[in-house]
């Protein structure tokens, strides 16, 4: 397409382009926005190299021409990306059809970093938020992240332990994680590790001796309850040396039973400091069913169905044409249609206003960008006789804020905990209806009035 637009001579023509999603990842009343950072990341190293254009220029048409013309290959390797980009940052909530991400500049940069920024951006936001949500449902219980080796790469895992982290994770497993990304790491021994001894007694007390103040037991291998009381067993010899075992693992069975008789078991030996740590295909769904159980598990292990999002593994989010300029310098709103209305996107280049009290979000405005807005009223994209009209003495905030300009980075990129700590304040803004797991209540998203009207003329004279 950018070999199109040099073809045609429009490349450098000025376009915007936007990142929405049509609809909340696993039925939930919201999404945690993540991704940025690597986005950063990739849009201040992109170049073509040497090897880029040799390959490019191996490339064959049908007919067996050069698919690229040598002069196009020559443009290329002189390319440095000279876009603006406004975005919302890393750890806020976001909602369905907002505009998540502009990039404005020279159409073929503005196409050239499409695939990109979509497969980031909707990655990292999945896994922020299924991890918000399984923090939701263990309440102030910590979540370990224990999802390496079932994540989709080496790569995938280092953006899902991120990305987990920030969603409400407290610690993860994966080693290189913590390294690259400042994230406290912890885990446990296997069942292997067990299995290389001649018994469970003698893989508890190596592991113990090796790791007398990190030590968690993994009590399943053989027999629970067995297991626990092999635990037990060296939870007093490590007393007897000044130490405490912190914990021990259950990765099967029903556990909501076995951690209570864990639990039992413990405390009856003045054992009550000992946590009881679950794992085993946990989801949001299960940690809260064995919350309602009144489960004795403390600590929370989850993996697979974490990092894969595993029950809604593609967020959909897209990246549309939304203006282009013209000759004599003058914008031109651009809007794509369908049959369905869901996707019709929103012309022109908007931001997100969003409109709180003391207490909580109350709704999400999106307008254009540089409009004069006389009223803070908004309509439902999806339903026109709904309507909501905004007092001015609220609390306003517009969401996207610049990231680069003409190219150049101007945003200071912000430590993982201090998105981590804007998720929090964020998700303590948002009502509880919103969070629960099944039927959230629908958070109010709607669109300017005026860009609201402009919108339908458009479609009316397309459609004519």
Sequence with gaps: MSYGYWKKNIHLRESNFSVFFRKNPFNSGYAVCSGLEFIIDYLNSLKFS?????????LKSQNGSQLFENKFLQFLKQFKFSCDVDAIEEGRIIFSNEPIINVKGPIYQCQLVESAIINIFNFNTLIATKASRMKYSAKSDPILEFGLRRAQGIDGSLSASRASYIGGCSHTSNVLAGKIFNIPVSGTHSHSWVLAFDNE????????????????LLVDTFNTMEGINNAIVVAKELEKLGKK????????GDLAYLSKKARTKLDKEGLDYVSIVASNDLDEFLVESLKNQKAKISIWGIGT??????????????????????????????????EQKIKINNPGINNV?????EKKFLGDM???KNSKIQKLKMIDPNDSTRKKVFNKNYIIENLLIPIFKKGKLTYKIPSIEH?????SVDLDLLDNSHKRLNNPHTYPVGIEENLFLEKQKMILKLRK
């Design 50 to 58: 040497d090897s880029d254009i040799k390959y490019l220029k191996s």
């Design 201 to 216: 007694l003698e893989s508890f007390r190596n592991y113990a001796d090796i790791m007398p103040d990190n030590s968690v």
């Design 245 to 252: 075992l912190l914990g021990i693992r259950i990765d099967s």
């Design 305 to 338: 169905k974490l990092v894969t999002a595993y029950d809604n593994p593609s967020l959909g989010a897209v990246y549309k044409l939304t203006a282009l300029k013209k000759q004599g310098n003058k914008w031109e709103k651009k809007i794509k249609l369908s």
């Design 353 to 357: 206003m969003r409109f709180r009290n």
């Design 366 to 368: 999106i307008y254009e």
């Design 419 to 423: 998105i981590k700590k804007k998720l």
